[in-house]
């Protein structure tokens, strides 16, 4: 039983760490490789009470793009928003909060 229990803390510890990694909505464009050795990126902003993304995919085939917009307010639902991405196109996906943006993330 106690094994049990130390490997589920591991794995809530992991998923804990890979839950924050992405691009933030006041960082620099980041990237992540495609399975073809290209790069795919996006960028997040912020615009008042909504979050944006936007992505290019530049692998030749439908990608998918995941937005999530963490809202400030405890009743605030976050946004999760997951967009098809064409082959060597750009897509742009929003969320609103009604009160204020935390931050935003954007992956490929």
């Known amino acids: 039983m106690r094994t049990v229990l130390r490997l589920g ?8 760490v890979a839950a924050f990694s992405g691009p933030v909505a006041h960082a ?6 495609g399975t073809s050795g290209t790069s795919s990126s996006c960028s997040t902003w912020i615009s008042g009470e909504w979050g944006h993304g936007r992505c290019y ?8 793009m995941h937005l999530h917009v963490e809202c400030n307010a405890f009743y ?3 946004v999760d928003r997951d967009v098809s991405v064409p ?3 750009t897509v742009e996906a929003q969320g609103h909060c009604w009160s204020s943006v935390d931050w935003v993330t954007a992956t490929i």
């Open 9 to 16: 803390a591991a794995a809530l510890a992991v998923a804990g």
């Open 28 to 33: 620099a464009p980041s990237s992540t490789n």
């Open 57 to 64: 995919n530049s692998t030749p085939y439908t990608r998918t």
């Open 76 to 78: 605030d639902p976050n």
């Open 87 to 89: 082959a060597y196109s």
